[in-house]
């Protein structure tokens, strides 16, 4: 089986707990004679592979089928990979492996083929499901909070279930409550009024304005021109622009530019050039 998805969002905790099923135990740390976890960042090489992998997986225990768990495979060396391949063909009456990655297109195409691949997608703001559990995770550990608290706290956690339970203590250390104001205050986020004010702002100005718009919102909330193009595409998705994918299309290249270095300056004033180019 490959896994794959975003971190935070469940990939290690699923494979454990459907463990725990097949095997019949509550071990919290999967101490279990049949079931080896390598987290394959630190324990990457072909050496690794071919030496614990190779020897665990070669021998059987009470005729029981055993299993491998690799953890961050995307984080093998392309050798490596190829020795495990070679590894699940060798033993797969025996053994069973389970590959855990955050990008599948890390793992070679051999390596694929072979696996059933389960995509593990970010959580979301308006899963029910989330919210309820949160609420449990505030009540069972006696924390106050408020909705308008719970469901900042899950939109900037940014779908990473991880981050959003890390946050819930870091919140309720800090300031002994989890509000709106307080999530903000610690995950230094801005108000997501700041950015619907600037984007209806932006909608209705000439282009030298727009600029000056976008320089002193970066400049008086200390926002980063990723971060800025990332929630104003959130508001182009929900808006009624009749251009809106040509938009996105092009707020996707200028975020790759600033991510590969280019001037925050200069692509904070293409946010306004694409903005007033499709605007009508």
Same mark, same amino acid.
């Given at each position: 089986?490959? $896994?794959?998805? *975003? *971190? ?19 071990? *919290? ?14 324990? !990457? ?10 020897? $665990? ?20 060396? !392309? ?6 391949? !070679? ?21 070679? *195409? ?7 691949? $389960? !995509? ?78 600037? $984007? ?81």
């Amino acid at each position: 089986m490959l $896994f794959y998805g *975003p *971190p935070g969002t469940g990939k290690t905790t699923a494979i454990r707990a459907l463990c725990r099923k097949i095997y019949n135990t509550k071990s *919290p740390n999967l101490s279990i004679p049949n079931v080896i976890e390598l987290n394959a960042s630190d324990e !990457r090489g072909i050496k690794t592979i071919r030496e614990s992998v190779k020897q $665990f997986a070669s021998t059987t225990l009470d005729g029981k089928l055993k299993l491998v768990i690799l953890d961050e495979a995307d984080s093998m060396s !392309r050798d490596a990979q190829n020795a495990l391949r !070679r590894v699940i063909e060798d033993f797969s009456t025996n053994c069973r492996f389970c590959l855990i990655a955050n990008y599948a297109n890390k793992i070679i *195409p051999a390596i694929q083929s072979r696996c059933c691949k $389960f !995509r593990f997608g970010p959580i979301t703001k308006s899963n029910d499901q989330i919210i309820k559990r949160v609420k449990e995770i505030c009540e069972k550990e006696n924390i106050n909070f408020t909705e308008d608290g719970l469901k900042t706290l899950i939109k900037v956690s940014n779908g990473d279930a991880r981050k959003l339970v890390n946050d819930i203590e870091g919140v309720y250390k800090a300031y002994g409550k989890i509000t709106k104001e307080n999530v903000l205050l610690l995950s230094n986020t801005v108000d997501l009024s700041v950015y619907e004010l600037l $984007f209806y702002d932006l909608l209705r100005n000439n282009l030298v304005k727009m600029v000056q718009l976008i320089h002193s919102a970066m400049k008086e909330n200390s926002l980063e021109c990723s971060v800025l193009v990332n929630n104003l595409g959130e508001l182009v998705k929900e808006s009624e622009l009749e251009n809106k994918l040509m938009i996105l299309n092009e707020f996707s290249d200028l975020e790759k530019r600033v991510l590969n270095g280019g001037s925050q300056n200069v692509q904070s004033m293409a946010i306004a050039g694409i903005l007033f180019k499709y605007r009508s």
